[in-house]
Each structure stands twice: as structure tokens, then as C-alpha cells.
């Protein structure tokens, strides 16, 4: 039996027997029950990380230049039908160091798509029941990974990453997080702070996805004002901060600082125009009706 059927395998007898016991089974009896499980195949042990679901998942990687094998080999530890990774303007060297691992599916071009449109492209790759989006130049432990699907289990519709923990003080935060923390407060949803769909990892139902359009996926914070809009039960679930790849240029950073500001200002403008321009927020100093100005 190859790996990945393994795996698979491996998977769906640890859901079983997790769904006949009344006792919760925490990490590390799953991994003891992955690693027995290879042990009667004769395979070699590799880390696998078992998760209790009833549902297919894949995993959408976007990666560039800097992509890291590190990043994709903990996702391979996860009981994923597929792992697309959408690599963009990544250059041969990057290619290369993804082509040496298995079992994934590299989506290569040397043209620019424009910034998250990897996220459509990924989408569309597959029809799982759940979709976890990760940024394949930091990696995540695969054990917190496992912490969003089995929150997807549950019946959310989104899973994103609670990231409040490690921001700190307000004064401390970035102006990416402040932007972030604004728009949710502007669109009536204050207790996601400054958590988005914006930052990697998080995950989608397809219910979800379906619903908000796959288009939107191109523009993260349209797709998170899509998602509001809809009712989606969202949930925030903490994981432990990434391990960062290779810094980036300045200029570089600072360009997707401005993008993603500019991202969330369109969000905000589609939402002014079909809620109007204070969206759900009542003006509670002025009577406009009285002065003779527009009643919002």
C-alpha cells in the first residue's frame, strides 16, 4: 500500500474508533495509533498525525519564491486527499525543492497572477469537503494544523487562525492588524479582532465556499465580507505562531502592506453600498433627519 493510501487508510480506521469511543483522545494517542498502524504494514514510521473526520480535505498551498519544503512536508503528515501547491513566479530553484516530495500537485507558473488569485486556482484544483489554505514559505506544525481541521469538523464554515495571542497591546500592533481589526468592527463583528482570512492558515467547508463564490477567494477580505454577509458560522481557533521563512525585501513588504490595506478598503466600499455608508452602525450624536441631511 503506498503512502498516501496509507495514510488515508490509517485515517479513516483512527475516525472509526474515535466515533465508537466515549473517551476524547487527545495527540498523542493518535500519533501511537498512526505509528502502529504503520508498524503492521511494515512501512516506515512518518509522523503522521491522525484526525477525526468524516469528511474529505485537501490542502491549497501558495508559495513563490521562497517556498519551503519544510512548510509542505508537515502538511504530508495530515490525512489529506490532495496537496496543490500554487507556485507562482517561484523560479526553477523553487521548483525543484517542492518536486523532490511526494504526493502533492505543483500548479507552476512563471507569470504573475496577481496577489492571492493562487487562492481561486488551488480552489478549483478540488472538490473536498474542506479546504485548508497554507503559506508555503512558513511553516506550521502539523499538530496545530490538525487543531483547525478538527474545528471544521464540528460544522464551521470558516476556521481562521487566532492570531490576538501573539499581536499583544493594541500600541504594539501592526498597521496591517489594525486594518484588519477595523473592518470586522465596521462590519458589525467586533469579536473576530483582527482575525482574517487575510492571514494563513485557516480553512473553508465547501458549503462555505460555495456559498461566498470562489472568485472571491482572489481578494481575502471581500471573500471574508462575502462570508459575514452570508451568515457562515465562523469560529477562531489559536495555533502557535509559524515558523517564518527567508525576511522579505522592504520594498516587497511594504507593497503587500499597501495591497492588503487597499484590499480591505474595497471590502468596506462594496459593504457602504449595499448597507450604506454607515453600514450597521447608528449615529447616536446627530438627528440628520432634523438638520435636513440624509437619514442613513
Not at 258 to 269: Q, T, V
Request: glycine share 10%.
Amino acid at each position: 500500500m503506498a503512502g498516501m493510501a496509507a495514510k488515508l487508510r490509517m485515517n479513516e480506521h483512527w475516525t472509526r474508533y474515535c466515533q465508537r469511543s466515549r473517551r476524547a483522545r487527545g495527540p498523542a494517542q493518535g500519533r501511537a495509533y498512526a505509528d502502529g498502524f504503520a508498524d503492521g504494514l511494515r512501512l516506515p514510521r512518518s509522523g503522521w498525525v491522525p484526525v477525526a473526520l468524516a469528511k474529505t480535505a485537501s490542502a491549497v498551498v501558495l508559495a513563490g519564491s521562497r517556498a519551503s519544503a519544510e512548510a509542505v512536508e508537515q502538511l504530508l503528515r495530515l490525512p489529506f486527499q490532495d496537496v496543490i501547491v500554487v507556485l507562482e513566479d517561484g523560479g526553477p530553484e523553487a521548483f525543484a525543492r517542492l518536486r523532490a516530495l511526494p504526493d502533492i500537485t505543483i500548479v507552476h507558473t512563471q507569470e504573475r497572477l496577481g496577489a492571492d488569485v493562487g487562492r481561486t486556482v488551488g480552489a478549483r484544483m478540488t472538490r473536498a469537503e474542506l479546504v485548508l489554505f497554507a503559506d508555503g514559505e512558513a511553516a506550521v506544525p502539523a499538530e496545530q494544523l490538525a487543531v483547525l481541521l478538527a474545528e471544521a469538523r464540528s460544522g464551521s464554515d470558516l476556521v481562521l487562525a487566532d492570531v490576538s495571542r501573539r499581536l499583544g497591546p493594541f500600541r504594539g500592533w501592526d498597521d496591517a492588524a489594525r486594518v484588519r481589526a477595523f473592518v470586522n468592527w465596521s462590519l458589525g463583528h467586533p469579536e473576530l479582532k483582527a482575525n482574517s482570512v487575510a492571514v494563513l492558515p485557516h480553512v473553508w467547508s465547501r458549503a462555505g465556499l460555495e456559498r461566498v463564490g470562489l472568485p472571491q477567494l482572489a481578494v481575502p477580505p471581500m471573500a471574508q465580507r462575502a462570508a459575514l454577509e452570508q451568515g457562515l458560522r465562523i469560529r477562531c481557533t489559536p495555533i502557535v505562531a509559524p515558523k517564518s521563512g527567508p525576511a522579505a525585501d522592504a520594498a516587497g513588504a511594504a507593497a503587500k502592506a499597501k495591497l492588503e490595506a487597499g484590499d480591505h478598503i474595497e471590502a468596506l466600499r462594496a459593504a457602504m453600498g449595499a448597507k450604506g455608508a454607515r453600514l450597521s452602525l447608528p449615529d447616536l450624536a446627530r438627528r440628520r433627519s432634523t438638520a435636513g441631511g440624509r437619514t442613513p
